[in-house]
């Protein structure tokens, strides 16, 4: 096994400088599922065991659980960050990340093409995006980079603890390469996730209905299964820019990831037409597994002066989702802040708000009185819960953040018939006078 060049290192670790500026400048924004997984690891290490649906309820307003399949990787960074604290669980985070572009640069083949799919991804605000709320897509794809560059089946395996889609990959990697050991890891990995779903959850199957329920009650901005292939070219232009794009399809057929990355997609679709939905993360975290490969393809078909303004256009194409991602940022600056400005204001009691705001809050809250503390507020009134009822059941404030994420439009038509005998605080940053 060759030891990394200092010029690799170096050069990933000047790649990752936006990275660390992100982080310095505006601190981390980890976002609702990694907040879920946060506090279910903190139950984890104070009680010893973990318990999320003990009775494999999904359709019970009463009932509060994060929106979220738990993933045995994430559990295990939670641990870390739970014991270890911020400064040392931010040092971990960024490391995840500094070892994704470091091994694009490495499954690039070093040289050229790898300082392209590094720079690439160090200005790609997609990427950073995933970095600065702590995506399990960041180990997913350092995972499955360094599983490339060394050509290791058991870190292809490895990637399935931290996404279902790792399956894909693990499996692929193992039967084309016949590797015992990563089929055991990959069966460790199924028996782990099953134990969660059976001990922690109540039910083997919890998560897959828990996941179909959640997309109904909560109305998300989902493709369906007509959509999702437009939407699909329009992400990959996003996310990847016109000429690696361009340059990625010309030459799929050689792409050593081709055949599980199509695979990982119509396992997306299929999710649709079983009731899933398909987040723009989903993709990302797939469309970036082919940054390497996509700025070798781009090298290769330009020559001279034309090749340096191909590789200028790559890099300008990286820069494309900026305005947007900036603006998300802004949004959940502004949740993360209101809810740590609202907090010491609530009463005590029963808290309603939107299940992707209740983890947050609740680890703001140092997880005190979580989870009998909350009720999701879009869920109970998607099930026909009344004012009435919500008062029987203990709450006395409800939280709304105006977001089309954070408020579904149910819930915010429900806002509008409260009596006013359950005070609202809306956290937004335009709220209505």
């Not at 992100?22 to 104070?46: E, K, N, T």
């Not at 057929?253 to 037409?273: D, K, M, Q, T």
């Not at 949740?335 to 609530?346: F, H, K, Y």
């Not at 009463?347 to 680890?363: D, F, H, Q, S, T």
Request: aromatic share 10%.
């Amino acid at each position: 096994m060759t030891k990394p060049s200092p010029s690799s290192l170096l050069l990933s670790l000047l790649c990752a400088v936006p990275l660390f500026v992100i982080v310095v400048v505006m601190g981390p924004l980890p976002d609702s599922d990694r907040a879920a997984h946060s506090l279910w690891a903190g139950q984890l290490v104070r009680e010893g065991g973990l318990s999320i649906s003990p009775d494999g309820v999904v359709d019970d307003w009463r009932s509060f659980y994060p929106n979220t399949v738990p993933k045995p990787g994430d559990l295990f960074l939670g641990v870390i960050g739970v014991l270890s604290g911020p400064l040392l669980e931010g040092m971990v985070w960024f490391v995840l990340s500094w070892a994704v572009i470091f091994g694009a640069i490495k499954a690039a083949g070093g040289g050229l093409p790898g300082a392209v799919a590094g720079a690439f991804l160090g200005v790609n605000p997609v990427f950073l995006n995933l970095c600065i709320t702590r995506s399990p897509a960041v180990p997913f794809m350092a995972l499955l980079f360094l599983g490339a560059y060394r050509g290791s089946p058991a870190a292809f395996a490895l990637s399935s603890m931290v996404r279902p889609e790792g399956f894909i990959f693990g499996v692929w990697k193992a039967l084309g390469q016949r590797s015992f050991p990563a089929i055991l890891i990959m069966a460790l990995s199924a028996a782990m996730w099953s134990l969660v779903n059976i001990l922690a959850c109540g039910d083997l199957f919890w998560s897959g209905r828990e996941v179909r329920y959640c997309v109904a009650a909560m109305g998300y901005d989902t493709p369906n299964v007509v959509t999702y292939l437009p939407w699909l070219l329009l992400r990959a232009v996003t996310v990847l820019g016109p000429l690696p794009l361009a340059a990625l399809l010309s030459r799929a057929e050689r792409w050593e990831l081709l055949r599980p990355v199509v695979l990982n997609l119509l396992f997306l679709w299929a999710g649709l037409a079983f009731g899933s939905l398909v987040l723009p993360r989903y993709a990302d975290q797939v469309l970036l597994l082919a940054v390497p490969f996509a700025m070798g393809a781009v090298l290769d078909s330009f020559r001279g002066k034309s090749r340096v303004a191909a590789l200028a256009l790559c890099i300008a194409g990286a820069t494309l989702p900026w305005a947007d991602t900036i603006a998300s940022w802004r949004t959940e600056t502004a949740l993360d802040g209101n809810l740590g400005a609202v907090l010491a204001s609530l009463p005590e009691g029963v808290i309603a708000a939107n299940e992707l705001v209740v983890p947050r809050l609740a680890v703001l809250d140092d997880g005190r009185g979580y989870p009998e503390r909350y009720v999701a507020l879009d869920r109970a009134v998607w099930e026909g819960a009344g004012e009435d009822e919500l008062q029987a059941h203990g709450v006395t404030a409800i939280v709304i953040f105006r977001d089309d994420f954070y408020l579904s439009d149910h819930a915010a038509a429900w806002i509008e018939t409260l009596s006013g005998r359950i005070p609202v605080f809306d956290i937004s940053p335009n709220r209505p006078k």
